[in-house]
């Protein structure tokens, strides 16, 4: 599927000095290990900055989390490189996302999916979403207010499931809505509290477990904020 490109005028006051820092930013995540092409083109070409305040959004392009209200966070671009590199692995067609968040994650998912569906639990934080998302023209996204621990019964199956928000206990219903040879991939705590970067491969009844690298997220909670 060819990438898309940013076309709304409004959008292009971005400037050299922002095109400078994401390119860096993208040699750091290479150096850090993102080894994607795609992945990292799509980085290079997407403007992070419009996920946040406009008080923080000179800081967009270094690599690290920042707020983005009620609590919540915009991923760091090393998490949000990794995690995609994982979905796209998988070659889906539909993915859904749990914890939209800023909708950052959602964009590069969208660049590189047929279909991306996203749930978030706290309206405000949903609505900015859906408004940044269209300007973008990622058409092929579809947002939802909803606890997304009970995934989204209607467009399942899925062929990958992420979770960009941490889980102590894997909700069932999620699993549930993989497809035959789906695969979720989610920061999930263990005995002592530590998260993990996790990946669940279904294969058909049978789900197998693989822990692949210590992370931090904020929590996945029940219910939703209006
Ligand atoms: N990928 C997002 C991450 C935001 S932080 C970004 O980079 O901007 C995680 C998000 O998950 C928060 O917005 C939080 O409100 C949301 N969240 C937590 N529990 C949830 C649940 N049960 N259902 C849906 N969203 C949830």
């Known amino acids: 599927m060819p ?24 040699g750091r995540l290479q150096a850090a290990g993102i080894a994607d ?10 403007p992070r900055h419009l996920f946040l305040d406009e008080a923080l959004s000179h800081r967009a ?13 915009l991923s760091q671009p090393w998490m949000v490189a990794r995690m995609t590199e994982l979905v796209v692995a998988e070659g889906p ?10 909708g950052y994650q959602t964009l590069i998912l969208s660049r590189l999916v047929p279909r991306v569906f996203s749930l978030e639990r706290i309206a405000a934080l949903k609505a900015r979403a859906v408004e940044r998302l269209r300007r973008l023209g ?15 019964r ?25 497809g035959e040879n789906g695969v979720l991939i989610t920061p999930l705590e263990d ?17 197998e477990y693989q ?13 939703v904020i209006r």
């Open 3 to 26: 990438l898309r490109e940013t076309k709304d005028p409004t959008l292009l006051g971005v400037g050299m000095t922002s095109q400078r820092t994401r390119d860096r930013l993208v």
């Open 37 to 46: 092409q795609r992945v990292l083109d799509t980085l290079r070409r997407e």
């Open 61 to 73: 392009y270094e690599d690290s989390s920042l707020p983005i209200g009620h609590g919540q966070t």
């Open 93 to 102: 067609e539909r993915v859904l996302e749990v914890g939209t968040g800023s």
């Open 138 to 152: 990622a058409h092929n996204v579809t947002l939802r207010l909803a606890d997304g621990g009970h995934g989204w």
């Open 154 to 178: 209607e467009a399942a199956p899925f062929d990958v499931i992420l979770l960009t928000a941490c889980a102590s206990e894997l909700p069932e219903a999620l699993l549930d809505q993989l």
């Open 191 to 207: 005995e002592v509290g530590q998260q993990w970067l996790t990946r669940v491969r279904r294969q058909g009844q049978h789900y």
């Open 211 to 223: 822990r692949l690298e210590p992370v931090r997220f904020v929590p996945l909670l029940q219910g």
